[in-house]
């Protein structure tokens, strides 16, 4: 079963607004967790890497501003889409990994669509 | 920087027919390469990987080998079935950055297996 959990699966937001995106390790600890954002056939991209109890860092090109990360507790990150425009419309994606091992596990992703 | 390239698809072949899906890679350094595959409204999943030149990855049936002289790491599978059709994602991760989890994706290879 899955290890890694994301919620919603699906989201419809209009411009303006801001839609939250949780990650949670379900059987694990995680300290570092990983936000990546994918466009239509294109790459997996890196955006983030959420690290528990301090400030996400974040890839290049990312506003941190406007994806807001939170790594609140050791099982639980949130990626917040802040003023949401129709070109942030993607697959948003986390992973995370053990703390004890070097197995990465991926959430079954995230559709967000902006009108 | 580093970078993922894959063949585009969809593949479409019939069950039981040899299955190639193209790998290169452009990396400093040593990385380490894997294949995720993505079952309809799942998450990622490790298919295989190869941790340096010339090692062979398997899984499943599936094979892949770290050919540094040609930058490639092609999957191969000998008899495909239905079953296996999802994308394959190829990626890679800087063997010298601590940070397991940060990975640098292809762009995804939709595999369509008919009965």
């Known amino acids: 079963g899955a290890v890694v959990s994301q919620h919603p699966s699906w989201v419809i937001c209009k411009s303006g607004t801001s839609v939250k995106i949780e990650c949670r390790s379900l059987?694990?600890?995680?300290?570092?967790m990983f936000w990546y954002r994918q466009f239509p056939k294109q790459s997996l991209m890196l955006m983030a890497t959420?690290?528990?109890?301090?400030?996400?860092?974040?890839e290049q090109g990312v506003e941190k501003d406007k994806f807001l990360i939170n790594h609140a507790s050791l099982t639980l990150s949130t990626l917040t889409v802040t003023s949401a425009h129709p070109e942030d419309s993607s697959f948003y994606i986390c992973?995370?990994?053990?703390?004890?091992?070097?197995?990465?596990?991926f959430g079954e992703g995230s559709w967000l669509t902006v009108v | 920087g580093d970078s993922v390239t894959q063949m585009e698809g969809p593949v479409t072949l019939s069950e039981e027919a040899f299955l190639t899906i193209n790998c290169t890679y452009t990396?400093?350094?040593?990385?380490?390469l894997f294949w995720y595959v993505q079952y309809p409204g799942e998450g990622l999943q490790l298919l295989l990987k190869?941790?340096?030149?010339?090692d062979k990855g398997s899984n499943k049936g599936f094979e892949a080998t770290y050919r540094k002289e040609t930058t490639s790491f092609h999957l191969e599978k000998g008899s495909v079935q239905v079953s296996d059709s999802a994308v394959y994602f190829c990626?890679?991760?800087?063997?010298?950055?601590?940070?397991?989890?940060?990975?640098?994706f292809g762009q995804g290879t939709t595999l369509q297996v008919k009965p």
């Open positions: 990396a400093t350094g040593y990385p380490s």
């Open positions: 990626a890679l991760s800087d063997a010298g950055s601590s940070n397991t989890g940060k990975l640098i």
């Open positions: 190869a941790t340096k030149a010339d």
């Open positions: 059987d694990f600890q995680a300290t570092t």
């Open positions: 992973s995370a990994g053990r703390v004890s091992g070097n197995t990465i596990y």
């Open positions: 959420s690290n528990e109890g301090s400030k996400a860092t974040y």
